[in-house]
């Protein structure tokens, strides 16, 4: 199966989207602590239980276009759609997860980023907001014990340039704000390596190219590690640290560490964002052109290939296995 033709240019995709008023920013005051019914982890969701069924394996997605979220029962590699999520999502594109399940999700449109917990029947949630006011949040990275995440910020609520949102201790207020240079950046992928580094990536309207730089400790001045990417998306790092990174126009590179990067696989319609899955056996692909992919860490080849629940109508932007990541 191949995939569609893309029906659009993709420029800065993020950032034009988000600017767009996809979505209303929030105005201030502390997001309280959310909880659900416990019966929604047993009844509501026993009735769409796909043939095949095995508890707690998923893939998740956030749908940009759609501002809705989608749940994967994962057998294998095959996926099979199990439900969407709506409710308090607006923007959604890049997402993780952590070891223990916690689900991140940057919500664009709510100036904020949602945190479900993953059971055996599925995501329940938000059970936590992270506050990033004034901010357009379009992707997380955590270290795997949560007491460091980092936010992607594509823009500002009012069209200021991109940035990075430390938070620490599982707190709910960002600690810090990382930015790069004067350009009015359109900030994309965000990780943390195994030391705590932060290495965000972002396209610079005036350059016309993407970039990567690396914030030592997550904090202080930024130094480029990567330049002169023709449009730059989503970042993974592997167990190793090596640095994975998307080319919308290209394909996936990786990095040794942060050096000496290569094309290592190709084959998609517009890449957006990728995410290794628990023990680093795939890593998997968010195509904007309306498919999931799992990739080979060994050699890049695309070992599996789906068409997203709704197809090129409503594609997937960002991708989080869980558990894990």
């Known amino acids: 199966m191949s995939p ?78 199990f439900e969407t999520l709506t409710s308090g999502v607006a923007s959604p594109s890049g997402t993780v997860t952590a070891p223990d399940g916690r689900w991140y999700v940057a919500n664009g449109g709510h100036s904020n980023v949602l945190v479900y917990r993953t059971t055996t029947y599925g995501p329940q949630g938000p059970t936590q ?19 460091l995440v980092a936010v992607s910020n594509g823009a500002t609520t009012s069209g200021g340039a991109g940035s990075v949102s430390i938070y620490l201790n599982r707190n709910a207020e960002p600690a810090r704000m990382l930015t790069y240079g004067k350009d009015i950046l359109a900030g994309m992928g965000v990780a943390i390596d195994h030391l705590g580094n932060c290495y965000w990536s972002f396209n610079d309207p005036k350059t016309h190219s993407g970039s990567i730089v690396e914030f030592t400790a997550c904090a202080g001045k930024g130094t480029v590690v990567v330049s002169a990417i023709p449009m730059v998306g989503g970042l993974a790092l592997d ?44 890593l998997w692909v968010a195509d904007e052109s309306g498919y999931i992919d799992a990739v080979s860490p060994q050699n890049g080849a695309i070992v599996y290939k789906v068409k997203a629940a709704a197809g090129s109508s409503d594609p997937p932007f960002g991708i989080a296995p869980a558990p894990g990541s």
């Open 129 to 147: 907001v992270l506050d990033d006011y004034g901010q357009r949040p379009v992707n997380v990275g955590l270290t795997p014990n949560r007491d």
């Open 239 to 282: 167990r190793d640290d090596n640095l994975y990174y998307v080319d919308q126009v290209t394909g996936i590179y990786r990095c040794d560490r942060a050096t000496k990067c290569v094309l290592f696989s190709t084959g998609y319609g517009t890449p957006a964002n990728v995410n290794f899955d628990r023990d680093y056996k795939h």
């Open 4 to 81: 569609s033709t893309p029906t659009r240019a993709v420029p800065a995709f993020l950032l034009i989207a988000l600017l767009g008023g996809c979505g209303a920013a929030s105005s201030g005051g502390s997001q309280p602590l959310l909880t659900l019914p416990a019966e929604l982890a047993s009844s509501a969701h026993a009735s769409q239980r796909p043939s095949g069924f095995r508890l707690g394996v998923w893939v998740f997605t956030a749908q940009l276009y759609g501002e809705d979220l989608k749940i994967y029962h994962r057998n294998g590699l095959a996926l099979t759609y």
